[in-house]
């Protein structure tokens, strides 16, 4: 699996496609025209990741893209400091999704998350798990159990949310923070807890 990030921490995969550090110029760019070049700079570091028009890619992003692995944001998006992002499968975010500072994605099989969503700073969103159903063998070493993350448009996610494997949420939900979403959650609902549960619906307007 590549390893790329831009901040060229010296480790055992530098010599396997771990880009040059952000140049720190870049980090005192203001404006329209700071996130203009922080994209020109995220594209040229991830190549096999697609990042749509005006997204706006912080410091400190970390993108493993294993072969055949896809990582598409739409247009828009915010990409915060610290965004950690492991596939090996396809990652879909739609347009002006905002990520939070240290984010963690990963998508073995897929991840699904729509337009307009706000995820807050150190949620986790993963769609899988390790095994562990076995004593004599260590968990590490049991593989993992996978199953595919939808998240629709318009979602809130709170601050530390964790989402795990095969979890819906529907359009217009609102999930508090530290809740651990470990089933499927409907549209327009809000849900707090460990795990997860709905407390309540939204109205329409």
Known sequence: MDVLTDRGRPGANQNRGVVTPEPPVL????????RRVRLFWARLRFPRARFGAACDVRSGLRLRLGPGASADFGPRCVLDNDLTIECTGRLEVGARTIFGHHCTLAACESVDI????????????????????????????QGAAVAPV???????????????????????????????????????????????RVVRMREEA
Do not use: Q, Y
């Not at 729509?114 to 562990?132: K, N, Q, T, Y």
């Not at 996610?157 to 651990?180: E, H, M, P, Q």
């Open 27 to 34: 980090m005192r760019i203001g404006g329209g025209l700071g």
């Open 150 to 196: 939808r998240i629709g448009r318009n979602v809130w996610l709170g601050t530390k949310v964790t989402v795990t494997k095969g979890v819906c949420i529907g359009d217009n939900a609102v999930v508090g923070a530290n809740a651990v979403v470990t089933r499927d959650i409907p549209a327009n609902a809000v849900a707090v807890g460990i795990p997860a």
């Open 114 to 141: 729509g337009e307009d969503c706000l995820i807050a700073e150190m949620v986790s969103i993963r769609d899988h798990d390790h095994c562990f159903d076995r004593l004599d063998v260590p968990t590490r070493d």
